[in-house]
């Protein structure tokens, strides 16, 4: 049973756009949702998180959007730069377990 | 400082055989995590260490896969016999606290399996 459920599987945006990732999960224990940028050949890095207590959370270009009500968070990367050409993965925990990761979305930006 | 660090970085072994995968975590993290990155799968849970803790082996797809992590620091996953399906990236992670702290990954070994 998949725990985390991330679309599309890929995407691709004009140099500039949003690119917008979706997550859904089903537990509602989690408490830390975490995103993952991964460039080829190298591991996954932490890009941004959340926890439940708030909305939305920015950094940089980089935001973060958390529906509670519908156990769904999102990522928007604004002003998106063909350097952002990545997989992303969302993440969910709570407490002392490990992330379980959703399957990833590879975005590619063009110019 | 210095991140993860795995090895080797790329592993070609014939089906049938044992391979051992290496993780040198960050020093002074307690916890450590194996992931496998099959291509359109994502991250795969399969072992997490944390501090002297009995390790959470959930994730083990069969009793083919060990690991072991001595002195707290470094960490071995053994493959027995292996099959063409466990070719995959083997990610390796440690965090400082482990649970909801920042996971650092290495660069992975790539396994595969004639």
């Known amino acids: 049973q998949q725990q985390v459920k991330q679309s599309p599987q890929s995407l691709i945006v004009q140099k500039g756009g949003i690119s917008i990732i979706n997550c859904a999960y089903e537990?509602?224990?989690?408490?830390?949702f975490p995103w993952y940028q991964q460039f080829p050949g190298k591991g996954p890095a932490l890009l941004i998180a959340?926890?439940?207590?708030?909305s939305e959370k920015k950094e940089g270009r980089f935001t973060i959007s958390f529906n509670k009500s519908a156990k769904q968070f999102s990522l928007h990367i604004m002003d998106s730069q063909p350097g952002d050409s990545a997989t992303y993965f969302c993440?969910?925990?709570?407490?002392?377990?490990?992330?379980?990761f959703g399957k990833g979305t590879r975005l590619s930006v063009i110019a | 400082g210095a991140g993860v660090s795995q090895s080797p970085s790329n592993k070609v072994t014939e089906k049938g055989k044992d391979v051992e995968l290496r993780c040198d975590p960050i020093s002074g993290h307690t916890a450590l995590y194996w992931y496998r990155q099959s291509l359109g799968q994502g991250l795969e849970f399969l072992i997490y260490f944390q501090g002297n803790s009995a390790p959470d082996k959930s994730g083990l797809p069969s009793d083919r896969f060990s690991a072991e992590r001595t002195g707290g620091s470094v960490s071995t996953l053994t493959i027995q016999r292996t099959q063409q399906e466990d070719s995959a990236v083997y990610l390796c992670?440690?965090?400082?606290?482990?649970?909801?702290?920042?996971?650092?990954f290495g660069p992975g070994t790539r396994l595969t399996v004639l």
């Open positions: 993440a969910a925990s709570m407490g002392n377990t490990p992330l379980v």
């Open positions: 992670a440690s965090s400082l606290l482990g649970g909801g702290d920042t996971q650092y």
């Open positions: 959340i926890r439940p207590d708030v």
């Open positions: 537990n509602t224990a989690f408490d830390y």
